[in-house]
């Protein structure tokens, strides 16, 4: 039998999604031929040196809210964002051990509701559950190796290994 935990879910903001990675709001191009009256937030640090990048537009249907699993990459970041439909949720904790063999921290498990205007960076060794979502279908934009998923995959499986689920709380007060 699986224990469902109920997770509320965080609205992304920089500060809170820093232990995690980098956040990526919608702004103005900022080049020289634009001119802006406030400094462009610096860009994301990616690490895409352990292969090939692989930019690709994700199609997904319907996830639902239910988290019972989580994977990582501990060679390289992850780029992640919605193009179509509304805002999303991403279930993440730390990596602070990258052997291939830890199991992610449930004391800085969070769950983070991605505005649609947003994307995020996941750091190297970031555990992420996601995108979910309760749309029908959505896509988003994924930048990682071409190889990501066959040479650079962990995954843990709460339900199986722990007898754990996490039920999202969605945010109501999102734009």
Wanted: contains cysteine.
């Amino acid at each position: 039998m699986v224990e469902i935990r109920h997770v509320k879910a965080e609205i992304l903001t920089r500060e809170g999604f820093a232990p995690y990675g980098e956040v990526m709001f919608r702004e103005s191009d900022h080049s020289s031929l634009t001119p802006t009256p406030t400094p462009p937030p610096p860009p994301a640090r990616l690490n895409l040196t352990a292969g090939t990048p692989r930019l690709y537009l994700m199609h997904l249907p319907k996830r639902g809210l239910r988290i019972q699993s989580i994977a990582r990459h501990i060679k390289v970041t992850q780029c992640l964002g919605s193009v179509t439909g509304t805002g999303w949720y991403m279930g993440v904790a730390q990596g602070k051990d990258m052997d291939p063999s830890a199991r992610p921290d449930l004391e800085t498990f969070k769950v983070f509701y991605i505005p649609k205007e947003a994307g995020i960076k996941l750091n190297e060794g970031t555990w992420h559950a996601g995108p979910h979502f309760d749309d029908p279908e959505m896509t988003f934009y994924n930048l990682e190796l071409d190889n990501t998923n066959q040479d650079d995959f962990y995954s843990f499986d709460f339900a199986h290994e722990l007898g754990l689920a996490f039920e999202v709380e969605p945010v109501t007060n999102h734009v």
